[in-house]
C-alpha cells in the first residue's frame, strides 16, 4: 500500500527554517509526482509545492523563494525545506503522491495517497 510518511514538522520562532521530509515505505517515486499541501485552522487545504517524475517543479506564489522541494537521489525522499518561516504559515502540512505513468502530465488532478500530516507551528 502507497502509504506517505511526513516528519520533520515543529514549532519555530518567525525567521526560522525548517526542513519537511516524506518517505513512502516500499516505493520509490520513480512513477510518481510528488507534492506537499497544507491545511490551516478553518481554511482547505492547498498546494504548496510539487515535483514532477523529471524533477521540475511547481509552487504556490505565496511561497515563491523561502520554500524548495526536492528529492534525493533514489527519489525515495522527499524534502521541504521552509526558510524565513511566518506565523501565517502555520498549518498541517501533507506529503502527496500522484501515480504518473509515462507520457501524464499532473495538472488538477487530486492526488492518489496522503500522509496523516506533520504540524508547523510559526511563532511571532
Known amino acids: 500500500q502507497v502509504q506517505p510518511v511526513e516528519s520533520g514538522g515543529g514549532s519555530v520562532q518567525a525567521g526560522e527554517s525548517l526542513r519537511l521530509s516524506c518517505t513512502v515505505p516500499?516505493?520509490?517515486?520513480?512513477?510518481?509526482?510528488m507534492g506537499w499541501f497544507r491545511q490551516a485552522p478553518g481554511k482547505e487545504r492547498e498546494e504548496v509545492e510539487r515535483?514532477?517524475?523529471?524533477?521540475?517543479?511547481s509552487h504556490a506564489y505565496t511561497v515563491k523563494g523561502r520554500f524548495y522541494i526536492s528529492t534525493d537521489n533514489a527519489k525515495r525522499n522527499l524534502y521541504l525545506q521552509m526558510n524565513s518561516l511566518k506565523p501565517e504559515v502555520t498549518a498541517m502540512y501533507y506529503c502527496?503522491?500522484?501515480?504518473?505513468?509515462?507520457?501524464?502530465?499532473?495538472?488538477?488532478?487530486?492526488?492518489?495517497?496522503w500522509g496523516h500530516g506533520t504540524q508547523v507551528t510559526v511563532s511571532s
Open positions: 502527496a503522491a500522484k501515480y504518473c505513468p509515462r507520457d501524464f502530465r499532473w495538472n488538477t488532478e487530486a492526488p492518489d495517497y
Open positions: 515535483i514532477y517524475k523529471d524533477g521540475t517543479t
Open positions: 516500499g516505493y520509490s517515486f520513480s512513477t510518481y509526482c
